[in-house]
């Protein structure tokens, strides 16, 4: 793979953090007016992040057809997880628009060097992800939101766009799943820990009452977006090493 392949993913990045800046901030803003206290995202964080995102993503695929499609879901998934981390919400208005874009990307491009079966099968592993966590959400008793549920249809496309066969992408959901959860696991411990050493939350719930007493290190609340994010992005990444 050229280097000119990252080099232009770490340009898009920075694109991309623009152009979805103004959107996420806008979606906080409307929260802010319902009494929800969610801080503003910075465009440097953002930006950071979304280089790093794209430029692992480029390194992995290269310049293989799925690299775009998955470059537009990145993009989507950055800026939910910045929603999630501000807000402990997935903004529906960011995630269905750009779930919507990658799927049409990658159905255009698999109609030219692509393969159309390989999105038939990112489809069908789209749907496989969200029954798998909307199971979870169920059994769990509001452990896990609907907003992560709605996030694993984009998830569960990026993993059966990039896998190989079915076998292969039962794989790497399993992947994705098991980093999340002990990603979840250690954001949580981390959380409730700094909060009892501080007397500080160092990633404030904006639906926590003031005053309100301090919840046990297993009840600490804490967004799990992101964590099924970074999990589908190493997934996709290291793949190969991993299967």
Known sequence: MGDWVVLVAAGLAVVAAAATLPMINAYLVALREDDI???????????????????????ALGDHWVLVSVLLATTTMVAVSATDVRSYRIADRILF?????TVLAASFVALGPGEPSQVGRALAFGAIFWGLLLVIALVSGGGMGLGDVKLALLLGFVLGLVAI?????????????????????????????????????????PDEEPGAPRPSVL??????GPGLVIGTMVAVALRDSLL
């Open 37 to 59: 206290n969610a801080a503003p995202v910075g465009f440097v964080p953002l930006a950071m992040v979304m280089v790093v995102a794209f430029v692992a993503m480029a390194a």
């Open 97 to 101: 628009p750009g779930l919507g874009v």
């Open 165 to 205: 066969n079915f076998v292969n992408g039962l794989r790497l959901l399993l992947i994705t799943m098991l980093i999340a959860s002990v990603l979840g696991v250690v954001n949580g411990l981390l959380l409730a820990s700094a909060r009892r050493v501080t007397g500080r939350n160092l990633l404030p719930d």
């Open 219 to 224: 009840k600490t609340p804490f967004p799990f």
